[in-house]
């Protein structure tokens, strides 16, 4: 009964791949989130869905696209993968908005060869 | 610009020893919250600090936020193995997405 999943949790491929990670939460939160968390630990926000209505897209790649097709349900998508898009990327969600406590998932470690 | 800085980066004690790690920042922030990250997992939540001034304890482990809400601080009394991980400090304003600092990696040697 994991609260926040997301799959794969390990994801290695080649440069100008395309890949996507999936993440699934069964609180019956209102907003999820992508965040990247980069080799020295900075935990950064990508996006965040209310509802499935994106409402923050922090300046990220457009290789990078988000869908949600319902409120308990976040894919992140990435085209043609580079070097520097190695990292853990953590998606979460919360109840009744952005600043409200998050609720992560194990995170997704991508590493790009 | 890093808007919450915490001290030290690095921490390695031995089990049983008192330790404090800070969050700092010019800003004044509505609430902070605290998190834990254990290897291969995500931050969990410890606890979220409202009110300057405001000390919150989780059994061994003291939260205070300071009194202009722009600082905060987490202690632990005798630290066992188990509270090893990253603790991360995230400041909310308004109605804007957290923003976390880069945390304290703490270990403690049994």
């Known amino acids: 009964d994991t609260a926040v999943s997301q799959t794969p949790k390990y994801l290695v491929t080649q440069m100008g791949n395309d890949k996507s990670i999936k993440c699934e939460q069964n609180?019956?939160?209102?907003?999820m989130y992508w965040y990247k968390q980069d080799s020295k630990k900075f935990l950064k926000i990508m996006f965040s869905y209310n509802n499935k209505e994106l409402i923050i897209n922090e300046t990220v790649p457009n290789r990078f696209s988000p869908k949600s097709p319902d409120k308990a349900h976040l894919n992140l998508h990435i085209n043609s993968l580079e070097l520097g898009d190695s990292a853990v990327y953590f998606c979460?969600?919360?109840?009744?908005?952005?600043?409200?406590?998050?609720?992560f998932g194990d995170g997704t470690r991508l590493s790009i060869l | 610009t890093q808007l919450l800085e915490q001290s030290p980066q690095f921490l390695s004690i031995q089990e049983g020893e008192n330790l404090t790690v800070y969050c700092n920042s010019s800003s004044v922030f509505s609430s902070l919250q605290w998190y834990r990250q254990e290897p291969g997992e995500g931050p969990v939540l410890l606890v979220t600090?409202?009110?300057?001034?405001e000390v919150k304890k989780l059994k061994r482990l003291t939260f205070q936020f300071g009194d202009a809400r722009k600082d905060s601080s987490l202690h632990i009394t005798a630290a066992q193995p188990g509270d090893t991980g990253l603790y991360l400090c995230?400041?909310?304003?308004?109605?804007?997405?957290?923003?976390f600092g880069k945390g304290t990696r703490l270990s403690v040697i049994a």
């Open positions: 979460a969600s919360s109840q009744g908005g952005v600043n409200q406590p998050q609720h």
């Open positions: 600090v409202v009110t300057g001034g």
């Open positions: 995230a400041g909310v304003k308004g109605n804007t997405p957290l923003v």
């Open positions: 609180l019956g939160h209102d907003t």
